[in-house]
């Protein structure tokens, strides 16, 4: 079992920045991505899971539409980290935020291709 670790999520006011992390040593060359998931749902809900971001083996990113341009998907060098760097943030972008891994190169948006999850780290944008 994958033991995906999310940090860094924060309460910040519109238009402000977080980053979040996620620990994931030793996965770098899998397809890993984030996702997030509206308040009163819990992580097994994967029908209430929104794509968010991916970044493929090779390092190719791909992102939702009400987000690009405005959040930033990564890995460190050592490849041992995840991030998701969000920018100019907006109210509805508020979430519990979760990172996950499927052990091939390439990517898809579906949560059910994943099939390692962390915990979550929470996000919450006021207006």
């Known amino acids: 079992q994958v033991h995906l670790v999310e940090s860094g999520g924060d309460s910040v006011q519109a238009g402000g920045s977080v980053r979040l992390s996620c620990a994931a040593p030793?996965?770098?060359?899998?397809?890993m991505a984030w996702f997030r998931q509206a308040p009163g749902n819990n992580r097994e809900r994967l029908a209430t899971m929104e794509w968010v971001a991916t970044i493929t083996g090779d390092g190719q990113t791909d992102y939702r539409d009400s987000v690009k341009g405005r959040f930033t998907i990564s890995r460190d060098p050592a490849q041992t980290t995840l991030y998701l760097q969000m920018d100019s943030l907006k109210p509805e972008d508020t979430a519990m935020y979760y990172c996950?891994?499927?052990?091939?190169?390439?990517?898809?948006?579906?949560?059910?291709?994943?099939?390692?999850w962390g915990q979550g780290t929470r996000v919450s944008v006021s207006s």
């Open positions: 030793g996965y770098g060359e899998f397809c």
């Open positions: 996950a891994l499927a052990r091939v190169r390439w990517c898809e948006s579906h949560p059910t291709f994943y099939a390692s």
